[in-house]
């Protein structure tokens, strides 16, 4: 069959942003070995071919030759957005996998080894990647993990505007949740407005939303409840707009009537060693650091036993990505990165103070520059 009857072609092909990610990608493979590259993360696909989506594929070779295999029905959609030169369309599993070996054989990889997302995959489609209708017997897979993290981890100034735009729908769902916090509210409503200002104001999904009232913002990663807010309780509220595919993150600890002594003095230390925190970001600093700043301050303060970390992480394409504190990036299958450079962006803030009877977080969307950092979300930090 004539290539011009098998594949479609992307309308982006020959865009700078993505020649240039392919060619960067095509360098890290031949330096490690690898034939090529087999995608099925969609934040990794839409990096590398400007579209990213679930039951698909992508191949980038180590000569830079692109492939994107999707649904038949999503044909005519991707063709819109994709950079790749090659898209092709199955109609089931069974067509993916024929899909594939028409790919090897196309490339003409008999054997050798080809990179895979180990973070992403899942067992039963890495076994499916390795049945013999989806791959000469001789072709091996190995992990790409590393490869994708070299491309991603430090953002262009494209990418972080695209963050600066994420930021502002952020800040204004903040402004819609907090306004709507008072006694007799639910959880379920306070969430309600920040989501529909998210989506009113440009996000096209949104990371999982956190609203968590009196001693449930003592819950590290509190999903929303119908509890009801009472007066004088303490409110966490974290939200993760995307925006054009780029996550923000933010989260404020807000008073539903007059806080107490208690809270009030909970809230100001956390605000401080938050603050320090994001003074000290800047190239060359590392995550460590950032985190001792806080630690140090809250062991001063009598507060070391409530805190739980670690309180930073990259993001970007994803809501957590690298750069990442070991912990993390164990959990991640990542390798830690712990040294900022320009370029990265961090959130600063992702663990809290929990005391049991309320807990107090505040955290924002910080990039590094070359001579210091970027605060990009920017709404009010008051109880």
Request: aromatic letters at 8%; hydrophobic letters at 40%.
């Amino acid at each position: 069959m004539e290539e011009e009857a098998a594949y479609n072609r992307g309308a982006l092909v020959g865009n700078r942003r993505f020649r240039e990610r392919v060619g960067r990608a095509a360098s890290l493979m031949q330096a490690v070995g690898l034939e090529a590259i087999l995608l099925t993360k969609p934040q990794n696909m839409a990096y590398l071919v400007g579209d990213g989506r679930l039951c698909a594929f992508t191949v980038v070779s180590k000569t830079g030759a692109t492939y994107y295999g999707v649904p038949k029905t999503d044909l005519e959609d991707v063709k819109k957005s994709s950079a790749s030169e090659h898209i092709l369309g199955f109609e089931d599993e069974v067509g993916m996998l024929h899909s594939l070996m028409h790919i090897w054989n196309e490339l003409g990889l008999e054997k050798g080894r080809i990179g895979v997302e180990n973070t992403f995959l899942k067992v039963s489609m890495f076994e499916m990647f390795k049945h013999p209708h989806a791959k000469p017997e001789k072709l091996e897979f190995a992990d790409a993990t590393s490869i994708m993290t070299d491309l991603r981890i430090v953002k262009t100034s494209e990418e972080i505007e695209l963050m600066r735009k994420a930021a502002r729908v952020a800040d204004e769902a903040m402004k819609a949740a907090v306004q709507s916090t008072r006694p007799g509210v639910a959880e379920t409503e306070i969430a309600a407005e920040a989501e529909y200002s998210m989506r009113k104001n440009g996000a096209e999904e949104f990371f999982r939303t956190y609203v968590a009232s009196g001693p449930r913002s003592s819950i590290a990663h509190g999903v929303v409840s119908r509890r009801k807010v009472e007066d004088g309780d303490i409110v966490m509220i974290d939200l993760h707009p995307t925006v054009n595919g780029y996550h923000s993150d933010i989260c404020r600890t807000v008073c539903a009537g007059t806080p107490s002594e208690k809270q009030r003095r909970a809230f100001e230390t956390y605000l401080k060693a938050q603050r320090a925190a994001v003074r000290a970001a800047g190239p060359g600093a590392s995550m460590t650091e950032l985190e001792n700043v806080m630690r140090d301050l809250f062991r001063k303060e009598g507060y070391e036993e409530y805190f739980v970390g670690p309180p930073i992480h990259g993001l970007g394409l994803e809501f957590e990505e690298p750069p990442l504190p070991a912990g993390h990036a164990f959990f991640h299958g990542e390798e830690p990165r712990d040294e900022l450079r320009p370029g990265m962006v961090i959130s600063i803030g992702n663990c809290g103070l929990y005391l049991g009877e309320f807990g107090v977080r505040i955290e924002d969307t910080v990039a590094i520059t070359e001579k210091g950092h970027e605060e990009l979300t920017k709404y009010a930090r008051k109880l």
